[in-house]
């Protein structure tokens, strides 16, 4: 394999925000967990664990959590960022705009873009949802190894052809999620990831992010 094949699938993963109903076979879900269970953590302690759901399980867990949403009041595990200022803020704008623009909502509609931002707990009409969870007592530590296998998870998967979407949105019901699934108090909720088949032709997946130049993240010493 070479660097031009990783950038490939790299470029072709994007966050998918409108899938098609056809389940993905287990067996794939399964290569899927085995590739990102690639992923490095400190200690090799591999702190995740991974809940997924599969047809009507992911249907009902769809509705009990529109449900919680609508009744309840978020309360997860992981403390949201306090402020997105300057350049984050500016990013997060754009990418939050260039959603909007591509679903027709227009700026200023508030109920347009909340109704929207629903669509995280319709999980996107995705068949699949997948809760990531690592122990409370490896900390921030345990989150960053959680991370890099939820990036390789979105790249085993685009290498299938299975579309995926990390939600820290759905991750934000952590409460709630623990009840529903079972998940012991000593887990950290840190996000979902709904995935499946990408319903590509749907508006809400007709935007591609940028990234910033190197010298933007990037600060040479020697
Ligand atoms: C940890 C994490 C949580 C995210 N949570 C959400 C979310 O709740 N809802 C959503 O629409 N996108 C969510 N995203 C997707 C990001 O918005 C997306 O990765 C970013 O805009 C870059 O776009 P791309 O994934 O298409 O390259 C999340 C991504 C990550 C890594």
Excluded at 26 to 50: G, H, V
Excluded at 139 to 153: L, Q, R
Aim: hydrophobic share 40%; charged share 20%.
């Amino acid at each position: 394999m070479t660097l031009s094949d990783l950038d490939r699938l790299l470029a072709e993963r994007h966050s998918c925000r409108a899938f098609r109903p056809e389940p993905v076979p287990k067996d794939q879900i399964e290569q899927i967990l085995t590739s990102a269970s690639r992923a490095p953590s400190w200690c090799n302690a591999q702190p995740w664990n991974i809940v997924i759901t599969s047809g009507a399980e992911t249907d009902a867990f769809r509705k009990a959590l529109q449900n919680e949403v609508t009744t309840g009041a978020p309360e997860p595990d992981l403390p949201f960022p306090t402020a997105y200022t300057g350049i984050y803020q500016e990013r997060r704008r754009e990418c939050g705009w260039a959603l909007y623009e591509a679903v027709g909502v227009q700026r200023g509609d508030r109920a347009g873009s909340a109704k929207q931002m629903m669509e995280n707990f319709a999980l996107f009409g995705a068949p699949h949802c997948a809760i990531i969870s690592s122990p409370k007592e490896l900390g921030a530590y345990g989150a960053m190894d959680s991370g890099g296998f939820v990036m390789a998870f979105t790249l085993a998967a685009q290498a299938l052809g299975v579309a995926t979407i990390p939600q820290a949105a759905v991750a934000s019901y952590g409460k709630f999620l623990h009840r529903y699934f079972d998940i012991p108090d000593d887990r950290l909720i840190l996000c979902a990831i709904s995935f499946g088949y990408s319903d590509a032709d749907h508006p809400a997946n007709g935007f591609r992010t940028d990234r910033a130049d190197l010298d933007e993240i990037a600060r040479w010493v020697g």
